[in-house]
């Protein structure tokens, strides 16, 4: 059995040979087939990694609270934060390790000759623990900076490049809106975060700075807190919730006029629609995989019926029907393979230019490329079947009478 | 491999027919190409079959073959029941015991003498090693030593029908069929080719049934058989010329 199988496989390449271009022009459709299938989840792979990666960049079990309900306009005229809702949640929730108070607005920062809009935070040094943040250099603000409000700021590398360039922005004053503030810290680059914005495009000043020199109103528009383990997540979600109810007096049968909102989810949600579409794009793929099997079924097809009288004299000089067959399947499952190989290496090039131009990380997944090479081998065997099967059968005076 | 065979009991013939029939179609449109045919054959004979188109000579040879059954009737080779053979065990027989030679040659295109010849070798799971020395060698006895290499389209009619003999006799078959093995070649070569059958069934004692329409081809065999409306109208056993007495 196994010199069988040698022996169609020799007689297989010898074919595939006296045919190299037809065999060429034949595996296309598989080639095409199984290239678009490993570079579709490669790209997706990657898409979704570097999702995942973005989200987990804004800090680590990270809760967002806002006032409001998500939806078009339902926030407009809800109350914001006050500092006493920081302060209660600093003392009655125990799982919190940071939980920083954030106003913001977008504003123009002008530094000499240049100015660059960007948006300006105002906070306290739990802002940086929330966000995962670390400084390239300089400092953060000092408990009296941050309860006199004065006119310091810590800036992202982004608004560093634009106004500095390569100038050191340590001890300079920049100017927002009515006022300068002097730089005192530069923060490392963390680099794009999902939904595409720039998280480095930012400059931070103390909450009580913001509020006074550019709000003009004592409002917090959103809290963050940083849970001390992903464990508790959950249970830190439901305390805030209740704590918050009741500070801002919402009747039990009503709903809450605040939002929390989960980073994980918010992960799970965009890679999950990375995956889907993954998916989707595959499966459109996969069809190419399968036309290309129609493309060796057919070419087998004409193979068989050029090939009626070499069918003939080798049934009658005693070759069995499983021989015959056998050697047309293999004809078929070499075709299919070497398409799925070449696909494979046309693949892998690609999505490796690919993802350098997308900007997405390259992801190498073993398991999708041996699936999609058996998947080829398979095709092989499922369009080869019917035509090594019509050869088999074919009756040996017949066959040989064939012109 | 078959050595036994030839050693086997006198009164067991090599073929015997009895009363075979073949019948294509059927009702009224069944057409009759066997009626009924009885024939013996032994070890080592060299018979002609010969009829006009339509006697059933083609059909009692492709029978003979084991390429087709009978309809009715027993086909014994060996004292063995063809008819009762399914389509794998007839190809092994026809593996093991049987070659075949055509009219048209039917050699492999594109592929080397050498590589025709062993394809039979392959078939019964020889090593490459083996192959090769015994195609080498049928070459040699069928005149194409130092022709291996070339493919059918490099080769004239008289020599692609030398290497079609040398497929039939690498496998040391018990039977050799030749359907018409001269009817696309010129007469000096038709002659060369009888040469060579002759040559095979006298040192090698292979035995050779030949259907041809050229009396000066039946010339070469011990014994002609005459095909008429399906049925066996004559046998003639006979000195057959030799062909170096042609020469």
């Not at chain 2, 029978?63 to 086909?75: A, F, H, K, V």
């Not at chain 2, 190809?91 to 049987?98: E, V």
Request: glycine share 8%.
């Amino acid at each position: 059995m196994p010199l069988m199988l040698w022996n169609a496989l020799l007689l297989a390449l010898r074919s595939i040979r006296r045919n190299a271009m037809r065999s060429f022009l034949t595996t296309l459709g598989v080639i095409i087939g199984v290239a678009a299938v490993i570079i579709m989840v490669t790209l997706g792979s990657g898409a979704t990694a570097q999702v995942t990666q973005q989200i987990s960049s804004l800090g680590s079990n990270l809760l967002m609270i806002v006032p409001g309900q998500p939806g078009p306009g339902r926030s407009l005229n809800v109350a914001p934060f006050r500092l006493q809702d920081v302060q209660a949640l600093e003392r009655e929730i125990g799982s919190l390790q940071a939980v920083a108070p954030v106003a913001s607005s977008t504003l123009t920062a002008v530094y000499g000759n240049r100015s660059w809009s960007t948006l300006v935070a105002g906070s306290t040094n739990e802002y940086f623990i929330v966000g995962n943040w670390t400084l390239a250099s300089g400092r953060t603000f000092t408990e009296s900076e941050l309860r006199a409000g004065a006119a310091v700021c810590v800036i992202g590398a982004t608004v560093r490049r634009e106004l500095y360039g390569t100038q050191d922005p340590l001890g300079t004053r920049v100017r927002l809106r009515n006022f300068a503030c002097e730089v005192i810290g530069l923060l490392q680059p963390k680099g794009q975060a999902g939904f595409g914005r720039d998280q480095d495009d930012t400059i931070v000043t103390p909450l009580r700075t913001f509020q006074r020199r550019i709000a003009g109103n004592q409002d917090i528009r959103s809290i963050q807190v940083s849970v001390r383990d992903a464990a508790l997540i959950d249970k830190a979600q439901r305390e805030i919730e209740q704590l918050l109810r009741e500070r801002r007096r919402v009747a039990p049968n009503e709903q809450n006029d605040f939002s929390i909102i989960d980073t994980r989810q918010i992960a799970q949600a965009l890679s999950g629609t990375t995956q889907v579409l993954t998916l989707l794009l595959s499966a459109v793929a996969a069809v190419s995989l399968v036309v290309g099997g129609i493309g060796i079924m057919n070419i087998m097809l004409v193979s068989v019926t050029e090939r009626t009288r070499e069918i003939g004299i080798r049934l009658a000089i005693g070759a069995l029907e499983r021989e015959v067959l056998l050697q047309f399947l293999v004809e078929a499952v070499v075709l299919s393979s070497f398409g799925g190989i070449v696909g494979i290496a046309l693949a892998l090039a690609s999505s490796a230019v690919l993802a350098q131009m997308l900007q997405v990380p390259f992801v190498l997944n073993l398991s999708i490329i041996a699936l999609a090479f058996l998947f080829s081998a398979a095709v092989g065997v499922v369009f080869g079947y019917f035509p090594a099967l019509k050869a088999a059968r074919l009756d040996p005076i017949e066959a040989l009478r064939h012109e | 491999m078959s050595a036994p065979a030839r050693s086997a009991d006198a009164a067991v013939p090599l073929i015997e027919l009895r009363g075979v029939t073949k019948v294509y179609g059927s009702g009224t449109a069944a057409m009759h190409a066997l009626r009924g045919v009885d024939l013996r054959i032994d070890a080592g004979e060299f018979v002609a079959i010969m009829g006009p188109s339509g006697s059933g000579k083609s059909t009692c040879m492709n029978i003979l073959g084991c390429l087709d059954t009978p309809t009715s009737g027993t086909y014994l080779f060996q004292g063995v029941d063809v008819g009762r053979l399914d389509r794998n065990q007839r190809a092994l027989l026809r593996r093991h015991y049987l070659g075949f030679v055509f009219q048209g040659f039917n050699l492999l295109n594109r592929t080397s003498a050498l590589e025709n010849v062993e394809l039979p070798l392959l078939y019964r799971g020889e090593s490459a090693a083996v192959r090769h020395e015994r195609a080498r060698r049928a070459l040699a006895a069928v005149g194409l030593a130092g022709w291996e290499d070339h493919t059918p389209g490099e080769l004239s009619g008289g020599q692609q029908q030398r290497v079609a003999i040398a497929r039939a006799v690498v496998t040391e078959p018990e039977v050799l069929l030749a359907d018409e093995p001269t009817g696309n070649l010129d007469t000096a070569r038709s002659h060369e080719i009888m040469g060579l059958l002759t040559q095979f069934n006298r040192e090698r004692g292979i035995t050779i049934l030949m259907v041809t329409h050229e009396p000066d081809m039946a010339e070469y065999a011990q014994r002609i058989v005459r095909f008429v409306d399906g049925r066996v109208a004559s046998d003639e056993r006979r000195t057959p010329q030799t062909a170096r007495g042609r020469a």
